[in-house]
């Protein structure tokens, strides 16, 4: 489903800023949680390419968002209703819902 990513190293600012998104948690949860007038609390997350291997242009996405990595024992129609669609196996309904990445 997902890919890992491979390519140049990271600057020690780049790194810090991986570190900052990892800490601030999953964009698309936020996201929800305001959508769902919901709590929310960051969860680690993968960091998220929008241009190629560009270390400058990522965000925070979690396992579901990112990968389609269901939580608990959700199938996807539950995970969809209450996380909201993922990047991985949603991809238009993903777009129509947090905006297109196009830069």
């Known amino acids: 489903m997902g890919k890992i990513m491979y390519g140049k190293t990271k600057t020690k600012a780049e790194e810090r800023r991986f570190l900052n998104i990892q800490d601030r948690g999953c964009v698309p949860c936020y996201l929800e949680s305001k959508l769902q007038e919901r709590d929310w609390s960051p969860e680690p997350c993968d960091i998220h390419h929008t241009d190629g291997q560009d270390h400058l242009k ?46």
Do not use: L
Not at 81 to 94: E, L, Q, T, V
């Open 58 to 103: 990522t965000y925070g996405n979690c396992p579901w968002h990112h990968r389609g990595f269901r939580k608990f024992q959700f199938d996807d129609v539950e995970m969809v209703r209450i996380f909201g669609p993922s990047m991985a196996r949603h991809p238009a309904k993903y777009r129509a819902r947090y905006g297109s990445e196009d830069s």
